[in-house]
């Protein structure tokens, strides 16, 4: 007979606790402890019973020199932009755990990705049937015919289907759905999510079948479920975007085996999602007409340079206190800098609504972005439109001096590139001497900026 017991878990950081309290005295949070009952069993396995073994060897210490290394090739998914995220491909073995909105996209790209794959995949769902996956897989156009979709959300019977396959990738859509008979508790629950990740990440490490996971998210945007689940697997990803827009964007939050700082795009079509290699030609506008209030700045999204419009309206304050609102730049940063031609450039900005908007939809928190902030609410203030050919790359400092960034190489030849004819940047700056295209404006002040953008 199993040893049933019950428990309070926090369905806020997922902390056990072994009485109810009116306060969670890891997260501070109140009212957030809920009680599950847990049913432990003496023996488990991802097995079936019959294909289990009957024992274990017992691990033992071995000096690092003593342990062997196999180099494994990762396995491509014939997507540029997740293959990049990723590090170079899936890892073998490996649990990625997918997050997002709800409509942003997260089941579709999985989706198409299986479809396209040249390995045998195994889609596990637990939302849809397998009626509604086939309506959503005509629209993608596959190209491949190693994908079987599998509708359970018991992780036994999943295990069971797993090893009658033998599948080389699995992806679960989604880890809120499945339950599992070890734990009895609803799907959903910390404990389930926990049991059932825990089995998940067992099966990935013994067979080296990678497994993908899609997750929900809270209001906020963390990983629904315990905090503990991000910190169980190899990867997580986080799927962004706002669904009025058509672009998406994929980040790395924690990878154990490539780069947090990768980033890639895609656009919502009605076939899917598509990637998009060059993402500054989108991220720039096509007018054609001199428009104050703009400027473009060079910014790098880990290893890959990206040309950002910024766009900036400066007007008389209507109402006693004047607006400061900020989309995709951080407010406190664009206060600051408010701040600085207030006290250094002389600017009186005081008394005006100050609006900052970065385009495309998405949000940059690289400090190379300041003089081009700087430039399109000067712009926008003077009504003085600033040349479509120039673009910046150059933090600002409280002094009101203009400081070097990382890697001015790469945005200089991003730059040129698209065809820009000037670049300002920092005079400090160390620049290799090379032969550019493209005319290095250098500057050491807000002044200097000033003068050559407006006289």
């Known amino acids: 007979m199993a040893k049933t017991k019950t428990t309070f878990f926090c369905q806020n950081c997922g902390t056990q606790h072994s009485k109810w309290q009116g306060q969670c005295s890891s997260c501070r949070e109140w009212n957030t402890l809920v009680e599950e009952v847990l049913q432990k069993e003496e023996k488990k396995d991802w097995r079936s019973p019959a294909s289990a073994p009957a024992t274990k060897r017992a691990a033992k210490p071995l000096r690092i020199s003593e342990?062997?290394?196999?180099?494994?090739?990762?396995?491509?998914?014939?997507?540029?932009?997740?293959?990049?995220?990723?590090?170079?491909?899936?890892?073998?073995?490996?649990?990625?755990?997918?997050?997002?909105?709800?409509?942003?996209?997260?089941?579709?790209?999985?989706?198409?990705?299986?479809?396209?794959?040249?390995?045998?995949?195994?889609?596990?769902?637990?939302?849809?049937?397998?009626?509604?996956?086939?309506?959503?897989?005509?629209?993608?156009?596959?190209?491949?015919?190693?994908?079987?979709?599998?509708?359970?959300?018991?992780?036994?019977?999943?295990?069971?289907?797993?090893?009658?396959?033998?599948?080389?990738?699995?992806?679960?859509?989604?880890?809120?759905?499945?339950?599992?008979?070890?734990?009895?508790?609803?799907?959903?629950?910390?404990?389930?999510?926990?049991?059932?990740?825990?089995?998940?990440?067992?099966?990935?490490?013994?067979?080296?079948?990678?497994?993908?996971?899609?997750?929900?998210?809270?209001?906020?945007?963390?990983?629904?479920?315990?905090?503990?689940?991000?910190?169980?697997?190899?990867?997580?990803?986080?799927?962004?975007?706002?669904?009025?827009?058509?672009?998406?964007?994929?980040r790395a939050h924690k990878n154990r085996f490539g780069s947090t700082n990768e980033l890639g795009i895609y656009e919502m079509q009605g076939n899917g999602l598509r990637e998009v290699s060059n993402p500054s030609e989108i991220l720039i506008s096509k007018n054609e007409e001199d428009l104050s209030g703009t400027a473009i700045s060079a910014t790098l999204e880990g290893m890959r340079p990206l040309m950002i419009e910024i766009q900036a309206l400066v007007s008389s304050a209507v109402y006693g206190t004047p607006q400061r609102s900020a989309t995709g730049y951080n407010s406190k940063r664009l206060n600051m800098l408010l701040a600085v031609l207030e006290k250094r450039a002389g600017f009186r900005l005081g008394a005006k609504d100050v609006f900052l908007n970065i385009t495309g939809g998405i949000s940059v928190d690289d400090p190379a972005l300041d003089l081009a902030v700087v430039a399109a609410i000067l712009s926008s203030n003077e009504d003085i439109a600033v040349p479509k050919d120039i673009c910046f790359a150059a933090e600002v400092g409280l002094a009101g001096e203009v400081r070097p960034v990382t890697r001015v190489e790469q945005r200089i030849l991003e730059a040129e590139k698209l065809g820009f004819s000037t670049i300002i940047v920092s005079k400090q700056s160390k620049i290799p001497k090379s032969q550019y295209n493209i005319k290095l404006q250098k500057a050491s002040k807000i002044e200097d900026v000033v003068s050559f953008l407006f006289g």
Not at 179 to 195: A, F, K, L, T, V
Not at 237 to 244: I, T
């Open 67 to 250: 342990i062997e290394v196999s180099r494994e090739e990762r396995l491509k998914t014939n997507n540029n932009e997740l293959d990049r995220v990723l590090g170079g491909g899936i890892v073998p073995g490996s649990l990625t755990l997918l997050g997002g909105e709800p409509g942003i996209g997260k089941s579709t790209l999985l989706l198409q990705i299986s479809l396209h794959l040249n390995y045998r995949t195994l889609y596990v769902s637990g939302e849809e049937s397998q009626q509604q996956i086939k309506m959503r897989a005509e629209r993608i156009n596959p190209t491949s015919n190693n994908c079987y979709i599998l509708t359970e959300t018991k992780t036994q019977n999943i295990f069971q289907q797993i090893e009658m396959l033998e599948p080389e990738i699995v992806i679960v859509d989604s880890i809120q759905t499945l339950h599992s008979d070890y734990i009895e508790s609803s799907p959903g629950s910390i404990s389930q999510i926990r049991e059932c990740t825990a089995e998940l990440i067992k099966f990935a490490k013994e067979t080296s079948v990678p497994v993908i996971l899609i997750g929900h998210i809270t209001k906020e945007g963390s990983i629904a479920g315990p905090k503990v689940l991000e910190h169980m697997v190899d990867t997580v990803l986080q799927f962004e975007g706002d669904r009025n827009h058509v672009y998406r964007i994929l």
